[in-house]
């Protein structure tokens, strides 16, 4: 069975402080996604990372993916209540037909 | 373009009723997916589609069904209800490779009771 852990699986910070989310797994993936869900919604594509090392930004949203591709992280700068929300990883596995491969989820609480 | 659009938003059902779930896209994508969600919980794969014709059990299959007669819709039929299946169910289609990005509805919250 491929696993990806996240962690921490829940977190509640004060606005504008850092913070890192991370996603592991003893499986290579080909490429790994973070998806954003808010309340009442389904998940949505924040960013995909293709190659071991890469890093990619998005405002004050950084993701990084593992030398080794095994493993990603979430970092966020200054956090806004905007950036609540439960928060995905998900690996794409070559060996299961490009299915993705769901982490259990980080739950994101920013307080203002 | 709609995306994924799902029906009923909410039901509520008694046990050992039947139920279909409709989920249909506007994107022509060949994957499809149907996830169930737990409170506080990750995605957990009941179904998937490759296209019209071709579907496959995930990881939590029993007590589900699917059909895909077309690339359009995809619905989620639940046979004799249980408690256990109370959750928040998604469908899902995606691009294909090597973008691999799914599109998710608004979600069904499904109660047995």
Known sequence: TQLLEQSPQFLSIQEGENLTVYCNSSSVFSSLQWYRQEPGEGPVLLVTVVTGGEVKKLKRLTFQFGDARKDSSLHITAAQPGDTGLYLCAGVHMDSNYQLIWGAGTKLIIKP | ?113
């Open chain 2, 1 to 113: 373009n709609a995306g994924v659009t799902q029906t009923p938003k909410f039901r509520i059902l008694k046990i050992g009723q039947s139920m279909t779930l409709q989920c249909a896209q506007d994107m022509n994508h060949n994957y499809m997916y149907w996830y169930r969600q737990d409170p506080g919980m990750g995605l957990k794969l009941i179904y998937y589609s490759v296209g019209a014709g071709i579907t496959d059990k995930g990881e939590v299959p029993n007590g589900y069904n699917v059909s895909r007669s077309t690339t359009e819709d995809f619905p989620l039929r639940l046979e004799l209800a249980a408690p256990s299946q109370t959750s928040v169910y998604f469908c899902a289609s995606r691009t294909d490779y090597p973008i691999n990005e799914q599109f998710f509805g608004p979600g069904t919250r499904l109660t047995v009771l």
